[in-house]
C-alpha cells in the first residue's frame, strides 16, 4: 500500500533536508497570504481595485502607494491584491475540473476491460497532442470570453494528465494482492473501489493537483494578458501586465510587481507540488 516517507532526507540527502523545511516554509506562507488576499481583500488595502484618484496617475512606489499606480491613479497594490481572488479562483476551478474529470476517466479506463481502455487512451492521446494554449483558446472561442469561461477552458486542458497518471496508478493498484483478497472476501467492486482502490491511487493525483494549480495560474494570466480572460477594469493578473506593458518605458511598475506576483504563487505552488511528489516516492 502506498504511503509518505517521513523523512525528507531519505530521498533528498541531508543538504536537502536541512534546506527543506525553509524552502517550504516559504512556499506556504506566499500561498496563504495569496489566499487571505482572495478571501478578504479589504483587509489588507484600504483602496480600490478598480476605482481610481485624480491627479494621481502613473505614480511611482511612494510611502502612499507602496507599488506606484497606474495610468488611471488605481492603487497597483490595492489592484493585485483584488486581483488575487480572479487568478486563485480560476486556478482552483479548472484543478478542480481536471482532477474530477480526469480521474474517473483514468478510473474507468484502468478498470475497464481492453476496448475501452484503449478508446479512452485514444481520446486522451488526442488532447495531448494539441498544444494547451491552443486547445484553451479554441474552447473560449466557443464558450465565450471572460473569466469563468478562461478557467474551464484551462480546466479542459488539464483533464489528460490527471487521466493518465489516475489509469497508470489504477492497473497498478488493480494488481495488488490485498485488491484480490478483497474480491475473494466477497466485496463488490464498488466498495473496492472506494476502500482500496481510489485512495492508494489518489496520493499522485493530490500531488500532481498542486503542480497543476501553479501552472493553471500561468496559464489563466496567459489568456487574461492576450485577452481573453476577464474584461477590463478586472483587476487579474494577466490583464494587469497586459495593460502596464504600454508605459513599461515611463512606468515599470505596472508589469513588475503583478509578474513578480504570478511568479511567486507558481514557484510556491510548485515547490509543494514537488516536495509531495518526493515523499511519495
Known amino acids: 500500500m502506498t504511503s509518505f516517507s517521513i523523512s525528507p532526507a531519505a530521498t533528498a540527502g541531508p543538504d536537502a533536508a536541512k534546506r527543506l523545511p525553509l524552502t517550504l516554509l516559504v512556499s506556504l506562507a506566499i500561498l496563504i497570504t495569496a489566499a487571505a488576499w482572495a478571501a478578504a481583500p479589504d483587509l489588507f488595502t484600504s483602496y480600490s481595485g478598480t476605482v481610481g484618484l485624480k491627479g494621481n496617475q502613473l505614480q511611482p512606489p511612494s510611502a502612499t502607494h507602496l507599488l ?52 479512452l487512451m485514444r481520446m486522451i492521446d488526442v488532447l495531448l ?85 501553479g501552472w493553471a495560474i500561468l496559464q489563466i494570466s496567459t489568456l487574461g494578458f492576450l485577452g481573453y480572460g476577464a474584461p477590463p477594469p478586472t483587476p487579474e493578473w494577466g490583464l494587469l501586465i497586459a495593460e502596464g506593458r504600454n508605459y513599461m518605458m515611463i512606468a515599470w511598475w505596472l508589469t513588475l510587481f503583478p509578474g513578480a506576483a504570478v511568479i511567486l504563487v507558481v514557484l510556491a505552488s510548485n515547490h509543494i507540488g514537488h516536495i509531495l511528489q518526493r515523499r511519495r516516492g
Open 129 to 213: 497532442a494539441v498544444p494547451t494554449l491552443l486547445l484553451s483558446l479554441a474552447i473560449i472561442i466557443i464558450l465565450g470570453f471572460g473569466h469563468v469561461q478562461a478557467a474551464i477552458a484551462v480546466g479542459a486542458t488539464a483533464i489528460a494528465s490527471f487521466a493518465r497518471l489516475m489509469r497508470s496508478d489504477v492497473i497498478s493498484v488493480w494488481r495488488a494482492d490485498y485488491v484480490e483478497a478483497a474480491f475473494a472476501s466477497g466485496a463488490r467492486t464498488p466498495a473496492v473501489l472506494w476502500r482500496h482502490v481510489l485512495p492508494n491511487a489518489l496520493t499522485s493525483v493530490l500531488a500532481l493537483a498542486a503542480l497543476q494549480f
Open 68 to 119: 506606484g499606480t497606474d495610468e488611471l491613479g488605481r492603487d497597483l497594490l490595492a489592484r493585485i491584491i483584488h486581483g488575487t481572488r480572479y487568478s486563485l479562483s480560476g486556478a482552483f476551478v479548472a484543478v478542480s475540473i481536471g482532477l474530477v474529470t480526469g480521474s474517473l476517466i483514468g478510473l474507468i479506463a484502468g478498470t475497464s476491460g481492453s476496448r475501452v481502455d484503449a478508446l
